[in-house]
């Protein structure tokens, strides 16, 4: 078994740290709701809007991450995000009402904007082609770690006076922060950003730092430099970079004018992103405390252990699925999880309305409720996780990767503000077993989707995988013509390579 890189491993560490932030913040608030709750006097519509909300500010970092990005790099950009949550974490923590808080959720959102856009993007870019699927899970196995560090959090601050527990929950996220920009200081820049600023001699330090071999770092420059339009010839440290589009022009490729195969690549890069949220991950995250109070659980401290439990179920199998991405594919995995998930749905709206029309406590559709639960997350952390960040990082073209991942994250942002937002209002419409029928239709319509539509990218370089988009439902006759050229051109090395030993 070749061994990784670790320098593009630590590198892909310290930069997924960035996703903590939006961990924290989700698992954090599903417990704080409680003591907020009581201590400011707020109804459930100004629930749902506090849990949500965040979502929806991320938005307008995450426009302005792609960028932002773009112009000062991926680093500097990590700093930007780690400072702004800082700010809103600890504005959080010193609320004195409902409005303020609020506003420290406007800030955080912003910063969780610009981490969610960025860890993914750099990650991908530094990573060697026979890591890039595990090193780009990392981002998600830091946002489950910072759910964990939040239900711990939770658990920890919970025998505090009430107007303390809150604060104190919320005010301690600004604590990741700090670590995120301290570590930012050792990390090198995106190999392929240097290229896109000429700068030849960094990037291939970088390259040859983060590769397999010298072969590989030589073989991914001249793959960076033929997409940034710098010729082949052209290796001095520092080159003049053809101008590239304008940023209206970036868009203009993106949805006004794409070719077949962007059209492709937008529709799964960003479909991805929705299905990953509108299959009801927020809701069982966030409200899992309601979920297992109606499931029967009623004493608060019971239900926050239960949710620490859940979390570290969906860290455990998130840890699994960044060693098997690499190995088993993004499809199999990704179909795997959808299955499951909305198997396991299915099961628990069942559970839900056993113990909604019993009179007495039935212990068997309990345990099948928490069960279930538990058993959604874990196949949510070894698909639908991770490679909605894996697979729409690695999908678009170089000169559109920013903008289209920010594009996607933003609509995975608002998928998960609106399913967080309306649950609440969605339980009292339809009953909570109701909401979770709806969920489970709709991981079902996204298995559809993705076996559909979805090219496999495991094992194949950035550039390969773009070629493998613009046929939709024939995607798969295109990976065969792609797989029998590359297996000519390889008789062809070999053949070429004999002739000269024989001569």
């Known amino acids: 078994m070749r061994k990784r890189n670790k320098y593009a491993i630590a590198c892909s560490f310290l930069a997924s740290l960035s996703s903590i932030l939006l961990g924290y913040d989700i698992g954090v608030m599903s417990g704080a709701i409680i003591y907020i709750k009581k201590d400011l006097n707020i ?11 965040l979502n929806l500010y991320s938005l307008l970092g995450s426009a302005a991450a792609g960028r932002t990005s773009d112009l000062i790099g991926r680093r500097s950009t990590m700093v930007v995000a780690a400072v702004i949550f800082l700010i809103g974490a600890l504005l959080m923590g010193f609320a ?8 420290g959720r406007f800030i955080a959102g912003i910063g969780v904007g610009y981490a969610l856009v960025i860890a993914p993007v750099y990650t991908v870019e530094v990573s060697p082609e026979s890591s890039r ?16 560090l939040g239900y711990v959090s939770n658990v920890a601050f919970s025998k505090l006076p009430t107007h303390l527990s809150w604060r104190f929950m919320l005010g301690i996220g600004a604590i990741p922060s700090v670590f995120l920009a301290i570590s930012i200081i050792t990390m090198p820049e995106s190999p392929r950003w240097l290229v896109m600023k000429g700068r030849l001699h960094e990037a291939r330090i970088v390259l040859n730092k983060t590769s397999e071999s010298p072969e590989e770092a030589e073989c991914r420059l001249r793959d960076i430099k033929e997409a940034a339009g710098i010729p082949e010839h052209c290796n001095d440290d520092v080159v003049q970079v053809p101008k590239h589009p304008k940023g209206d022009n970036v868009w203009k490729e993106l949805f006004i004018s794409p070719t077949q195969s962007i059209k492709h690549i937008v529709l799964t890069g960003i479909g991805i992103h929705f299905f990953q949220q509108a299959s009801g991950i927020d809701s069982v995250v966030l409200y899992s405390p309601t979920i297992f109070e109606r499931a029967g659980i009623k004493s608060d401290h019971d239900r926050l252990l239960a949710t620490v439990a859940m979390g570290c179920v969906k860290t455990v199998f998130i840890l699994v699925a960044t060693f098997l991405l690499d190995r088993v594919g993004r499809r199999p995995l990704l179909l795997t999880s959808f299955g499951g998930m909305t198997i396991s749905l299915i099961l628990l709206s069942i559970g839900l309305t056993v113990i909604d029309r019993s009179n007495s406590q039935v212990t068997w559709a309990v345990a099948l409720c928490v069960m279930m639960v538990s058993v959604y997350v874990a196949l949510f952390s070894i698909g639908a996780g991770p490679i909605a960040w894996v697979y729409g990082s690695e999908v678009f073209p170089l000169k559109l990767r920013a903008t289209g991942f920010s594009v996607g994250v933003a609509v995975n942002r608002v998928t998960s503000g609106v399913i967080s937002m309306t649950f609440l209002s969605l339980e009292k419409a339809i009953t909570i077993q109701g909401a979770f029928f709806l969920y489970a239709g709709i991981a079902g319509m996204a298995w559809v989707f993705f076996f559909t539509l979805m090219p496999e990218t495991q094992g194949k370089t950035l550039e390969e995988t773009v070629a493998l988009f613009g046929t939709f439902f024939e995607w798969r006759s295109t990976a065969r013509e792609l797989k029998g050229k590359k297996m000519n051109n390889n008789d062809e090395i070999q053949m070429a390579t004999g002739d000269v030993v024989s001569s």
Request: hydrophobic share 55%; glycine share 12%.
């Open 43 to 53: 109804n459930d519509v100004q629930v749902e809007i506090l849990v949500g909300i």
């Open 96 to 103: 004195p009402n409902y409005a303020f808080l609020m506003f």
């Open 133 to 148: 699927g595990f090193l780009t899970s990392f981002p998600e196995v830091f946002i489950n770690g910072g759910i964990l």
